[in-house]
Structures are given as structure tokens and as C-alpha cells.
């Protein structure tokens, strides 16, 4: 079954808007878990990651947020741009294991 | 540097017929990774290389999937015969070994399989 779940599918944002995408695990054992962004034609890149010990994880307009109690954890964009149109992926890893778990994935359209 | 390379970018064959997807990773780097991912779903892990060994194959759908990489450099996934349900967008990615927990992973731009 599916490892990690991710919503919503597909997001569309006005420029300078907040963009959520949210994703929820059921392995406890996980204590990873990086966001890939993926525009047309290339191979999704780490944009940022988080590991359980923090709840919180920021990059410039990119914010992670982790609630390990709920098994769920979340990306934030800030201000919002159309650069920032991609798909993401969440996914989730556990120490010294080196494959990840991705979640289905959320395209994302931010309109100017 | 150059990134982690795939080829070819797309590949349409028939059912029955026989497809070898190439990854080049990037050099230097001992992991090797591939994933898959069918049309609107998540991507999925496929296995994972240590130089040239098969660190994990557990996710290699069945027998006629055949991943293989020569002296540790670049690898190999054929598949044969091709099924309908093998369509889908295959991801190399590649990553060093720095003997930290967690290695970030370099993923290639993709080769999108049809199997018609």
C-alpha cells in the first residue's frame, strides 16, 4: 500500500498567495522526510527536508511543517510566484535505509 | 558538474517487444537508484545500487525487469517482454557516500516508456 499520501492532486494559487500542500505517513519508523520539486522535462530536486527532532524548517519562502504526533507534515509557500508552478513530491526515508517514499504528487499552478 | 543523465528521453514500443533504459549517475557517486512512476501516481522505488552491487531489489515488480551496472559506472534496466502496465516514467537518481544517515539524491530528468 501506499507509503506516504499527499493532497491535494493539483493547486492553483493566485500570484503572492499561500500555496499548502499536505502529506501523512503511517511507518514510525520514518525520520526523514525531504520535499522534491519537479518542473517540465527535468527530474524532480531536493528543495528542502526535515527530520522529526523540529517541527518547523524554513528556506527563504519555503516552509516545512511537522507534526509528528499526527503523522502528517506540510509545505508552505510563501508569496507565491509563477516560478514557483512545478509538481512537488513529499516523500519519507528512514536512517540508513536509502530508498525514499514518495507521495503521489501535487502540481502546481500560480497564476500572475 | 553534470547531473545525473538518462536515455533515452522516450521510448515507445510494442507489447512483447524488449526496451533497455541507460543511467549515466553522477560521477563519483556509488549509489544508484531507480524509481518509476505510473501516470498520476506516486513514484515508486524500484532498487538500489551500492557500486555494482544490488543493495535492495525489493522493488522490482517481477522477473522481467533486469537492472544491472557495469564496474560501478553507468547502469541498465531492461525490460522483456514489455507489458502495458510497464508504461510509465522511469527515474535513475544517484547519490554519494559521505557516510552521513541521509544522502540527498540526484535524480535525472526521466525516460517516459509507452508500451502501446
Known amino acids: 500500500q501506499q507509503q506516504v499520501k499527499q493532497s491535494p492532486q493539483s493547486l492553483i494559487v493566485q500570484k503572492g498567495g499561500i500555496s499548502i500542500i499536505n502529506c501523512a505517513y503511517e511507518?514510525?519508523?520514518?525520520?526523514?522526510f525531504p520535499w522534491y520539486q519537479q518542473f517540465p522535462g527535468k527530474g524532480p530536486a531536493l528543495l528542502i527536508a526535515?527530520?522529526?527532532?523540529?517541527s518547523e524548517k524554513k528556506e527563504g519562502r519555503f516552509t516545512i511543517s511537522f507534526n509528528k504526533s499526527a503523522k502528517q507534515f506540510s509545505l508552505h509557500i510563501m508569496d507565491s510566484q509563477p516560478g514557483d508552478s512545478a509538481t512537488y513530491f513529499c516523500?519519507?526515508?528512514?536512517?540508513?535505509?536509502?530508498?525514499?517514499?514518495f507521495g503521489s504528487g501535487t502540481k502546481l499552478n500560480v497564476k500572475p | 558538474e553534470a547531473g545525473v543523465t538518462q536515455f533515452p528521453s522516450h521510448s515507445v514500443i510494442e507489447k512483447g517487444q524488449t526496451v533497455t533504459l541507460r543511467c549515466d549517475p553522477i560521477?563519483?557517486?556509488?549509489?544508484l537508484y531507480w524509481y518509476r512512476r505510473v501516470m498520476g501516481k506516486e513514484i515508486k522505488f524500484l532498487l538500489h545500487f551500492v557500486k555494482e552491487s544490488k543493495q535492495d531489489e525489493s522493488g522490482m515488480p517481477n522477473n522481467r525487469f533486469l537492472a544491472e551496472r557495469t564496474g560501478g559506472t553507468y547502469s541498465t534496466l531492461k525490460v522483456q517482454p514489455a507489458e502495458l502496465e510497464d508504461s510509465g516514467v522511469y527515474f535513475c537518481?544517484?547519490?554519494?557516500?559521505?557516510?552521513?544517515?541521509?544522502?540527498?539524491?540526484?535524480f535525472g530528468p526521466g525516460t517516459r516508456l509507452t508500451v502501446l
Open positions: 537518481a544517484s547519490s554519494p557516500d559521505r557516510g552521513q544517515i541521509y544522502n540527498e539524491q540526484f
Open positions: 516523500a519519507a526515508s528512514r536512517r540508513n535505509f536509502n530508498k525514499f517514499y
Open positions: 560521477s563519483g557517486h556509488d549509489n
Open positions: 511507518n514510525t519508523a520514518f525520520d526523514y
Open positions: 526535515i527530520r522529526p527532532d523540529v
